[in-house]
C-alpha cells in the first residue's frame, strides 16, 4: 500500500538531529521511498494529513519479558532475588503455551499503543511468543533464556539449547527479517561455563547475537568477583560469549571502566532499564560514562513484573532526568541523547540497521505524536517535549513494516477484548489460583 504523510513535523534521528517540519514523508510496502519539502511524484492509495503531528521513528524495546506482563505488581517491595526465586520462579513454573500468548499479547498492546515497534525478548515459550507478535505485526529479536545449575549437561539434549537450536533454525530471519534469533545465556550467576562456551559457538556458528542479564545488582557482580576473580562481563568474555559480533547486556548497573572497554570492542550493547533497577533498589547504571566510554546504550523496560507499566515514554523520560540528578548536570544526558537510545541506538543493537531511522529506503517503522494535546501545548522544542512531557496516550498511529497496527486509540492487530477474556479466565487461574 502507498501511503503519504503531509504537512508533518520530522524527528528523523539520522544522527543530525535536525527536525523537518511541513515535510513529505512516502512509504510503500514496507519501505520508506521519500523524506523531505516537496511533495513526491505519483498515486497515493492514501493521504494523511499530518497538521499538528509529530512523527519519528518507532521505538525499540530492547529487553523485555513479554509473558511477565501477568505478573505485574506481583511480589513489589522486594530485591531482585528475593523477589525472583520466592514469586517469579514458583509463578513461572506454572506457564503454559496458553498462558505465555495472553501475556504477551496484553504486553504487546501495552507496548504498541506507546509507540513500540520492535521489542528484544528474552523468555521460554518462544513459539507461543512469536505467534503473538506476528500477530500483532511488529519485529522481534527472540532468545530462549537458558540457565544451567547442573553438571548433567549436553548442549544438545539440554532443554534450553535443544529449543535454541530449534528455533534458530525455524525462525531466524523470518518474514524477511521481522523475526531475529538470538543465542542466550540468563545470566554468569544462573549458569555454568560448559553453557557460556557452548552457547557462544553457537551463536558464532549461526551469525546470532547474544543476550545477557550482565552486573544487575551489586550481590551479584560481587559474588562473581569472587568465584572467578573476574566481573560477569570478563568471564564470560573469556569463555566466548561476546565473540559473536553482536550482543545485548541487560542492566549493566555495576560495570566497569575495564567492562567497557570490552564491551566497545565486541560490540556489546548496554541496554538500559532505569525503571526496573530503581524499582527493585538494584541501583542506577554508569550510562554517561559509558557512552563517553564508547558503548552503545539502548533503552528497555525490562518485564512489566518489574516495572508495572509499558509505556516507553516513562522510560525515556526517566532515563534522560536520572542522571542529569545523580551526575548534578543537567546536560548528562540530553532529550536527543534519550530519543537516539529509544531508536537509532537500539536498532543497531538488535543488528537492526534497517530500521530506526526515517530516510529512504528503510523499514518503515513510524509513530505519530499528537502535540495539539494539552501536555504538549506549547512546543519551543520538539525534543524536549517529546521526552519530558509526553506519554503513551499521545500516539496516535503507530505503523510496522508499513503497516498501520494502531491508530486514535484502536488496535488493528490485535483484538483486546479477547486479550482481557484470555488473560482472566484462562491464563490468572493456571498461574495463581485465581
Request: a negative charge; hydrophobic letters at 40%; glycine letters at 10%.
Amino acid at each position: 500500500m502507498a501511503i503519504l504523510f503531509q504537512s508533518v513535523t520530522v524527528l528523523p534521528m539520522d544522527g543530525e538531529r535536525k527536525v523537518l517540519r511541513d515535510a513529505f514523508v512516502a512509504v510503500e510496502g514496507e519501505r520508506i521511498t521519500h523524506v523531505g519539502p516537496t511533495r513526491p511524484a505519483g498515486d497515493f492509495e492514501r493521504v494523511i494529513d499530518c497538521a499538528g503531528l509529530v512523527m519519528l521513528p518507532g521505538f525499540v524495546n530492547a529487553h523485555t519479558h513479554l509473558p511477565m506482563t501477568l505478573m505485574r505488581g506481583y511480589g513489589g517491595g522486594c530485591d531482585l532475588h528475593t523477589w525472583l526465586n520466592d514469586y517469579i520462579f514458583p509463578a513461572e513454573a506454572r506457564l503454559d503455551d496458553k498462558s505465555v500468548a495472553a501475556g504477551t499479547a496484553l504486553g504487546l498492546a501495552e507496548m504498541i499503543a506507546s509507540g513500540v515497534t520492535c521489542v528484544a525478548d528474552m523468555y521460554d515459550h518462544c513459539d507461543a511468543i512469536i505467534g503473538e507478535i506476528l500477530k500483532a505485526g511488529l519485529s522481534a529479536n527472540i532468545a530462549r533464556g537458558v540457565t544451567l545449575f547442573t553438571d548433567d549437561y549436553s548442549f544438545d539434549s539440554f532443554p534450553g539449547c535443544v529449543e535454541t537450536q530449534e528455533l534458530t533454525r525455524r525462525w531466524n530471519g523470518y518474514n524477511n527479517g521481522q523475526i531475529k534469533v538470538d543465542a542466550c545465556v540468563h545470566g554468569e550467576y544462573t549458569s555454568r561455563p560448559a553453557l557460556w562456551k557452548d552457547m557462544g559457538a553457537w551463536a558464532r556458528e549461526n551469525n546470532l547475537g547474544m543476550h545477557v542479564h550482565v552486573s544487575e545488582t551489586r550481590s551479584e557482580h560481587r559474588e562473581c568477583q569472587e568465584r572467578w576473580g573476574k566481573t560477569p562481563i570478563q568471564v564470560l568474555d573469556e569463555y566466548g560469549v561476546w565473540d559473536c559480533g553482536r550482543a545485548l547486556a541487560a542492566h549493566c548497573v555495576y560495570t566497569t571502566p575495564e567492562d567497557w572497554v570490552i564491551m566497545k570492542e565486541k560490540h556489546i550493547s548496554c541496554v538500559h532499564n532505569p525503571w526496573s533497577n530503581l524499582k527493585l533498589g538494584s541501583g542506577v547504571a554508569p550510562i554517561p560514562a559509558m557512552v563517553k566510554a564508547g558503548v552503545n546504550v539502548a533503552l528497555g523496560t525490562d518485564g512489566m513484573s518489574s516495572h508495572n507499566s509499558a509505556d516507553f515514554f516513562s522510560d525515556i523520560k526517566l532515563a534522560a532526568v536520572l542522571h542529569n540528578g545523580v551526575g548534578k548536570d543537567p546536560s548528562a544526558l540530553s532529550a536527543w541523547d534519550a530519543l537516539e537510545m529509544s531508536t537509532v541506538r537500539g536498532a543497531a543493537a538488535l543488528g537492526r540497521t534497517d530500521t530506526g531511522v526515517i530516510a529512504p529506503g528503510k523499514i518503515a517503522d513510524l509513530i505519530l505524536v499528537d502535540f495539539t494535546a494539552p501536555n504538549l501545548t506549547p512546543c519551543h522544542d520538539e525534543a524536549e517535549n517529546l521526552v519530558f512531557a509526553a506519554h503513551g496516550s499521545n500516539v496516535a498511529m503507530n505503523m510496522c513494516r508499513g503497516r498501520v497496527i494502531y491508530e486514535k486509540g484502536e488496535f488493528l492487530t490485535l483484538d483486546l477484548e479477547q486479550i482481557r477474556a484470555q488473560v482472566k479466565e484462562s491464563a490468572l487461574p493456571l498461574v495463581f489460583g485465581a
